[in-house]
């Protein structure tokens, strides 16, 4: 069958950095997707990977093992903001978006 | 971005009525829409995949004589929650996504509560 795992949840500091890991066991690969989602409220787009690497944007970056089924989502200068559930998805051989249960993130002052 | 609507935001309804949900992409054509349910502290789980001018597919487990989806043209999808029961009270986000996008963009979600 096909999984993706994330920890359930992450506790971090205010203007630290917090690393979110995901490993993925899907029917084909297409990409992976990292989504940010503020409880009751719909995700919002954060990273896309689909070649080997690292991608940055800002205060967030996220790399791709495609060999070890593996991706982390990086954040940088955390803020109480970034307190949010941070969902990891890949796209499978259908092109369908498999999700991960998330990853709920605490932000500490 | 592109942007997709949803709506209502939330809506509260008695159990055996019906209950539909909007989902339009405001500024692109959607070839292709998903619907999502979400239960409290749990992965969104995808119900059907619908493109426009055919039928949706829906996944193992959803019934489709009481989720219908109708997607009628490319910048309209709705969800139509027939005879709803308590335990259909969820969280429903719609996604669209087009041939010159990558990534998925998501409604802003409907809380249903069946009472």
């Known amino acids: 069958g096909q999984n993706i795992d994330q920890p359930t949840e992450m506790t971090a500091t205010e203007g630290a950095i917090v690393q979110i890991n995901c490993t993925y066991q899907t029917s084909g690969f297409n990409g992976l997707f990292w989504y940010q989602q503020h409880a009751g409220e719909a995700p919002t787009f954060l990273s896309y990977?689909?070649l080997d690497g690292l991608e940055e944007k800002g205060r967030f970056s996220s790399f791709l093992s495609r060999s070890k089924g593996y991706s982390y989502l990086l954040l940088k200068e955390l803020q109480m903001k970034d307190s949010a559930s941070y969902l990891c998805a890949v796209k499978d051989s259908n092109y369908q978006l498999i999700w991960g249960a998330g990853t709920k993130l605490i932000i500490k002052p | 971005g592109a942007v997709v609507s949803q709506h209502p935001s939330w809506v509260i309804c008695k159990s055996g009525t019906s209950v539909k949900i909007e989902c339009r992409s405001l500024?692109?054509?959607?070839?292709?829409m998903f619907w999502y349910r979400q239960f409290p502290k749990q992965s969104l789980m995808l119900m059907a995949t619908?493109?426009?001018?055919?039928?949706?597919?829906?996944e193992q487990g959803v019934e489709k004589d009481k989720f219908l989806i109708n997607h009628a043209s490319l910048t309209l999808s709705t969800l139509t929650v027939t005879s709803a029961h308590p335990e259909d009270s969820s969280f429903y986000i719609c996604?669209?996504?087009?041939?010159?996008?990558?990534?998925?963009?998501f409604g802003q979600g409907t809380r249903l509560t069946v009472v």
């Open positions: 990977n689909v």
């Open positions: 996604s669209a996504t087009s041939g010159g996008h990558t990534e998925a963009f």
């Open positions: 500024d692109f054509q959607a070839t292709t």
């Open positions: 619908s493109n426009e001018g055919s039928k949706a597919t829906y």
